[in-house]
Structure formats: C-alpha cells, structure tokens
C-alpha cells in the first residue's frame, strides 16, 4: 500500500503561478512512476506529467514548458511547478504512483483555480 496526501492548491489568476507537492508513504526511489493527473468538472481524469523511475518524464502537449515535475526522493515527496496558468487548467489535480505489479494509488486530491 502506497498513501499520498497532496498540497498546494488554491487560487490563482490567469499567468500566475502554483507549486503542488504529494508526500508519498514509502520511498519512491523504486516506485515505477509518479504522476499528476487532473480532472475537471463533468471530464475525465487525465495525464498532466508523469515521472519515471529513472528520471525520464512526460508532459501532455497542453502544459509542456509551463509545468516542471520533479521529485526528491530523500523527502519521498513529488512536485509539480505549475507557471503561466490558464483557466483551462482548471481541475482537481491527483497524485499518482504506479507500479506495473502493484496498480494504481491515488491521493485525495487538491482542487486549483486559475481565475481573475
């Protein structure tokens, strides 16, 4: 069992910036891949960046070169660094760890709001 608690989130106004942090139970050094998805309201919860074991890392198109994931693997703890926000980044953002023999586990959830 892998629990994961998320920070972070709030309000912010169209180019502003967050950061979002997810404190993981366990270590994640051996953790196939952390990730943060999000979801807004009546969509489908979907990939915003995920980070691999090994230090490879994805991003879907909509936020590449405005958001960085990043981990620190001594704190058990991701980040996602969110910049020049829009309102369509609008969602409840997840915490994710995946493992292809352990599944998927999620955190609670940490809503943001890009908004003036």
């Known amino acids: 069992q892998v629990q994961l608690v998320e920070s972070g989130g709030g309000l912010v106004q169209p180019g502003g910036s967050l950061r979002l942090s997810c404190a993981v139970s366990?270590?994640?050094?051996?953790?196939?891949?952390m990730g943060w998805y999000r979801q807004a309201p009546g969509k489908q919860r979907d990939l915003v960046a995920r980070?691999?074991?090994?230090?490879?890392?994805y991003y879907t198109d909509s936020v590449k070169g405005r958001f960085t994931i990043s981990r620190d693997n001594a704190k058990n703890t991701v980040f996602l660094k969110m910049n020049s926000l829009k309102p369509e980044d609008t969602a409840v953002y997840y915490c994710?760890?995946?493992?292809?023999?352990?599944?998927?586990?999620w955190g609670q959830g940490t809503q943001v709001t890009v908004s003036s």
């Open positions: 994710n760890a995946y493992g292809p023999t352990t599944g998927h586990f």
């Open positions: 980070i691999f074991s090994g230090g490879n890392t």
């Open positions: 366990r270590s994640i050094f051996s953790i196939y891949a």
